[in-house]
């Protein structure tokens, strides 16, 4: 059995965050950046050191300081300007936000710093290696679970000979599903996992050290697979 690496220092994993306008009735009156606690603290469990990333700073500078990347979710849309595609009348996209994370993802890849893209950032993920997206799934494909997100939605498959299928060790997991875009063709990535009903569920990047995507939320570590995909990406960045 391959013994685990035991860093000398924390790697330093940044994180992606959203952004709000701010309001009456909000955290605050003025714009502010936002992301869910947990997403922190299933990088600090795997033994990284998680930051948050704002939109400004040169995305190629802050790429440098940083051990690795987590792309994460949230309740919006990638434009489908960057896959080619006119908007869906139930796409909403968050073009400043969009801008960012295309900037720090592609200053990750060039230089090689291990990437986790993470529903919306697997979706990314798909569109900067090519891909395509479904602007809409039917209610009826379950992919927004009635139940609430600490709970599973349903099983993912993983391919075997896959990294990610290495990572777990299994070949299904129990995941949350929280999304109605999907993936539709991954372009020069490489399909990991799908759902019972066909739809793509992770992805992962052969060119690079290390990029894998996830349509569903590790950070709830729902599942044993989860916190190993969190470790596989400390110990990458790690190295």
Known sequence: MMRRMIPSRPPLIGLTLDHEPGGSGQFSRYPFHALRE???TAVSMAGGLPVGLGYTGDAEDLISRLDGLIV???AFDIDPALYGEVP??????????????????????RQRKPVLGICGGMQL???????TLIQHLPPERLHEQ??????????????????LARIVGTERMNVNSSHHQAVRNAGRAT????APDGIIEAIELDDVPF????QWHPEFTLDPGDRRLYAALVEAAAR
Do not use: K, W
Not at 146 to 163: I, K, S, W
Not at 211 to 214: L, Q, R, S
């Open 72 to 74: 994460t979710g949230g």
């Open 38 to 40: 947990n997403y922190f």
């Open 191 to 194: 399909v990991s996992a799908r």
């Open 211 to 214: 990029a894998i995507g996830v």
């Open 146 to 163: 009635p139940n609430p997100r600490h709970e599973p939605g349903h099983e993912v498959a993983l391919l075997p000979d896959t990294r």
């Open 88 to 109: 869906h009348p139930l796409t909403t996209p968050r073009p400043a936000r969009t801008a960012a994370e295309q900037a720090l993802l592609r200053a990750a890849l």
């Open 125 to 131: 993920l798909a569109v900067e290696a090519d891909g």
